[in-house]
């Protein structure tokens, strides 16, 4: 009987979903040619699946009184709550599905891993190693899971530590 492959959630734009805020994706033909076959991919789009359209305005994670908010740029709008109400869902059931890993798209203020700015209400920015507003929320609650992003893919596969990546 074939061996269950292990289940990797992936920011969906790295695998050519054009789901990013100006419409294009960030496809990164490495993670399909060092991870398919030995992996299933279920992509995740924090922003578009929590319901914000295609495209949209450019968002930031700014700090204030009200402590860290993911916000449109240009408006100053508040997604924080509407994120965060996805998240705690969908966490779930990622959880249900089996997820075991997550690689994530870097720098972006709901995907980043250790390299998400954050910003004051000035625009000046504070911070350059925060997670994503998502990425926050699946560490709460899942401390241990393993999590990457693609600038560090090499390191993400090391520690996934599965004898079916030492070819
Ligand atoms: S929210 Fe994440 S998956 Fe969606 S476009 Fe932005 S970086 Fe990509």
């Given amino acids: 009987m074939p061996l269950k492959k292990l289940k990797i959630g992936v920011s969906a734009c790295l695998l050519g979903m054009k789901y990013r805020y100006d419409g294009t994706d960030k496809l990164d033909p490495r993670i399909v040619e060092r991870l398919l076959n030995k992996v299933d991919f279920v992509p995740v789009c924090p922003e578009v699946e929590c319901g914000l359209a295609i495209p949209r305005p450019a968002m930031r994670l700014e700090r204030g009184q009200g402590g860290t908010r993911l916000k449109v740029i240009a408006t100053g709008e508040d997604e924080t709550r509407r994120m965060e109400e996805w998240a705690g869902v969908k966490i779930e059931q990622l959880l249900r599905r089996g997820i075991g890993?997550?690689?994530?798209?870097?720098?972006?203020?709901?995907c980043g891993h250790g390299n998400t700015s954050?910003?004051?209400?000035?625009?000046?920015?504070?911070?350059?190693?925060?997670?994503?507003?998502?990425?926050?929320?699946?560490?709460?609650?899942?401390?241990?899971?393993?999590?990457?992003?693609?600038?560090?893919?090499e390191e993400f596969i090391e520690k996934l530590n599965l004898d079916i990546f030492r070819d």
């Avoid at 890993?101 to 709901?110: E, G, M, N, T």
């Fill in 118 to 153: 954050i910003f004051d209400s000035q625009g000046r920015c504070i911070m350059k190693t925060a997670d994503g507003l998502f990425v926050r929320m699946l560490r709460i609650k899942c401390p241990k899971m393993v999590i990457g992003t693609e600038d560090r893919l």
């Fill in 101 to 110: 890993a997550f690689l994530f798209k870097a720098r972006s203020p709901s």
